[in-house]
């Protein structure tokens, strides 16, 4: 073929409008960072939210509901996307708002690159939540993990913030090197790295298994350690722990989601012909989890370690939804169980991304309020927020009627649904444990004494926000059917 | 002796040459020299293998950019070449160990048909086309995505980079000749009037 014969065929660029509008933005934010003189950064501040609620609008209108591909089959779209990527930027845009006076209070943080690199991030969850291909959401991966690296390092002074990034960068590096070798294997049997083309010549049987399945150990191990289950779970608390709170509270929150996606996409998409092997790997990641989790966390007087291995227990409880989605060759429950999973997955964002605002909020210029003993008697300084954090944490442990006891109930319905009561038995017991350390913080902001009698004081708009983030794990409890309708539809319509 | 054979083996040989220096130089200066020396006969096999996408590539990134910055490193940092060949013998099991098991890969690969291994031969790319040319309509149309997103990669880098290293901006002591006319001698020298102190 010469010069003269090629052609080039532009791709159909309407599914991923939101992913070029947002790069488009990110690079208009960091341009007109540079030109920004004021201290405070309200112009880049602004500008970011304005971009995210830009994509928002940009993925709504183009949303179809259809499963549509676009560049060469490497982007997919489909309701399940357009969901979990509203809820995306709702997410981003609430962590920024929380993380707006922390972050004015350390001029270390204060820089333009902390939006530029939230959107970076951003940008590579969509990818990895919209990819149809091994290697997208390799790259949607990497485009993530190493703006959350700089982000968690951006404290420089810090010893332990660069301590955290170090850790989280050396094992995330180990992370995305099993992943690779897994997809690398997975790339030897089937001959493909296109997620829907590899599930095809799965189901014609030709490709060998012991390399797949021998792939499959790797590409599990890979996703556990970017969920951070048990036993890929260290990097977890020392990261949570040691990155400056707003950096914690972004990778408590939104990264969840694009995680959730990637597995659905990579095991269920791509491998369900497999699924009797992954489900399971996913079984003992779940238990082991759900047990480390929660008995590590009691022993933790630190609320954002205490809450790291919360995130490992709650990870532990979301994985028992996927593994019920094919029993013996059987898919009915497949929708049940993932919709289910996904209910987890969202309920969990809302409410860690409430309890890490918390401590935002109750953080000031060299005070970071990050102990649990910071709580002692907050109902005294300000009932109201207390009330706030009661309901995040019982919501946590899953006591009726928060969402987080519809996320377990329905997680834990598709588990027994499909014969597995065993697993349910455990979980349900795990939970118990876990109350335990919930509670304990309840319990030290009503009955103990404040230690520091300071009314808390915050800028109105950040009450709001707690208050209607504590309203939505409330009102959700009592109509838990809405959001459960949606990640059910979406699940339907994008499998 | 055909003439490709030929220019094989020269290859070779300088490039296994080169490689012992590599390790074996004192001076770490003519180490990095040797090693990019070591790359250029590498990209030149690779070229004998129609491979001159690699080739090229080999050149620009590693001789280009990797080995020069290398090279500034080695220069710019003292190293001390008597601590560095320390330990040499306590390292040496391990390393032995390590040297085995690669001769060992090798030897599976290069005699891959006594192991049953899968032969593949060289891919061939159609007539009349390097494979620059395939690779490059490949990156921009199949693979456009992951490439843009690759160079997205590569800024959020960069920005980190920035982010993590660019202290406060330094004083610069650049001077601005047209503020530097205007100065006048009574405001760079004051005479100030003291009182005498008395001794105690």
């Known amino acids: 073929m010469t010069l003269a014969e090629m052609q080039f065929v532009l791709p159909d660029l309407r599914p991923a409008s939101a992913e070029i509008f947002l790069l488009a933005m990110t690079c208009v934010v960091m341009l007109a960072d540079l030109f920004v003189k004021d201290k405070k950064r309200t112009l880049t501040f602004v500008l970011t939210q304005l971009t995210l609620i830009g994509t928002l609008l940009v993925t709504y209108a183009t949303s179809t509901g259809e499963i549509s591909y676009t560049f060469s089959n490497m982007y997919v779209s489909d309701l399940m996307a357009d969901v979990l990527k509203v809820l995306l930027y709702v997410t981003v845009i609430v962590v920024l708002w929380y993380s707006r006076g922390y972050v004015l209070d350390r001029p270390q943080m204060a820089k333009g690159e902390f939006y530029s690199l939230t959107l970076f991030a951003t940008l590579g969850m969509m990818v990895m939540i919209s990819a149809n291909h091994f290697l997208t959401i390799y790259i949607g991966i990497e485009l993530l993990s190493l703006s959350l ?5 951006l404290n ?48 014609m049987g030709q490709a060998n298994k012991s390399i797949l399945v021998f792939g499959l150990v790797f590409l599990v191990s890979g996703l556990a350690f970017k969920l951070g289950v048990v036993p890929f779970h260290m990097w977890i608390p020392d990261v949570y722990h040691g990155a400056p709170t707003a950096v914690t509270l972004l990778i408590a929150s939104a990264p969840k989601l694009a995680a959730f996606a990637i597995v659905i996409r990579m095991l269920v998409n791509g491998l369900i012909v497999l699924a009797q092997d992954w489900q399971m790997m996913l079984i003992i990641l779940s238990v082991l989890s759900m047990a480390v989790g929660n008995f590590a966390a009691i022993a933790q007087t630190n609320l954002k370690r205490m809450l790291a291995y919360s995130a490992i227990s709650h990870m532990g409880f979301m994985l028992l939804g996927l593994v019920t989605g094919v029993v013996g060759a059987d898919a009915r429950f497949a929708l049940n169980a993932y919709s289910s999973a996904m209910f987890y997955v969202v309920t969990y964002v809302l409410t860690s991304a409430g309890t890490f605002g918390m ?29 706030v954090m009661m309901m995040m944490m019982f919501s946590m442990a899953g006591i009726p009627f928060f969402v987080g006891f519809f996320a377990k109930f329905s997680v834990l319905q598709a588990v027994v649904a499909a014969g597995y009561l065993w697993l349910a038995i455990v979980a349900v017991l795990f939970s118990l444990v876990g109350a335990f350390y919930y509670l304990r913080v309840v319990k030290i902001m009503y009955f103990d004494a404040p230690t520091d009698v300071t009314p808390i004081k ?11 983030n504590g309203l939505a794990v409330a009102l959700l409890g009592v109509f838990p059917q809405i959001l459960m309708s949606v990640c059910a539809y979406s699940i339907i319509r994008s499998l | 002796m055909e003439f490709k054979t030929f220019v094989f083996y020269f290859l070779s040989a300088i490039m296994v040459f080169a490689s012992l220096r590599v390790v074996t130089a004192r001076n770490p200066v003519h180490a990095a020299l040797f090693l990019v020396l070591a790359f250029f006969t590498a990209s030149g096999v690779w070229l004998l293998l129609q491979a001159e996408f690699l080739a090229i590539s080999l050149v620009l ?35 032995s160990i390590i040297a085995l098991l690669m001769v060992l890969e090798m030897g599976v690969i290069l005699g891959g048909s006594y192991f049953d291994i899968l032969e593949i031969g060289v891919p061939q790319t159609a007539a009349g086309e390097s494979n620059v040319q395939s690779i490059g309509r490949l990156l921009f149309t199949d693979y456009v995505y992951p490439f843009e997103l690759a160079s997205v990669i590569l800024l959020v880098g960069i920005v980190a980079a920035v982010a993590l290293t660019l202290r406060e901006k330094r004083k610069t002591k650049l001077v601005s000749p047209a503020t530097q006319v205007f100065v006048k001698a009574k405001d760079r020298v004051r005479v100030l009037q003291m009182p005498a102190e008395k001794r105690d």
């Open chain 1, 458 to 468: 915050a800028p109105i708009d950040i009450k709001l926000l707690m208050s209607a």
């Open chain 2, 61 to 95: 990134v590693y001789v280009g950019a990797v080995m020069v910055l290398f090279l500034f490193v080695v220069m710019m940092l003292d190293i001390n070449i008597d601590r560095l060949r320390e330990g040499f013998w306590s390292y040496l099991p391990l390393g």
């Open chain 1, 156 to 203: 420089r002074d810090s010893v332990s913030a660069t301590e955290a990034a170090m850790k989280y960068f050396v094992l995330g590096a180990l992370a995305s090197g099993l992943l690779l070798y897994g997809m690398s294997m997975i790339y030897g049997a089937t001959g493909t790295l296109e997620i829907t083309a590899v599930a095809e010549r799965l189901h």
């Open chain 1, 359 to 387: 401590i935002l909020l109750l953080a000031r210029a060299g005070f970071e309020s990050e102990e649990i003993d910071d709580f002692k008697g907050l109902n005294k300084r300000s009932p109201w927020f207390a009330a």
């Open chain 1, 149 to 153: 690296y700089a982000m968690v390092a």
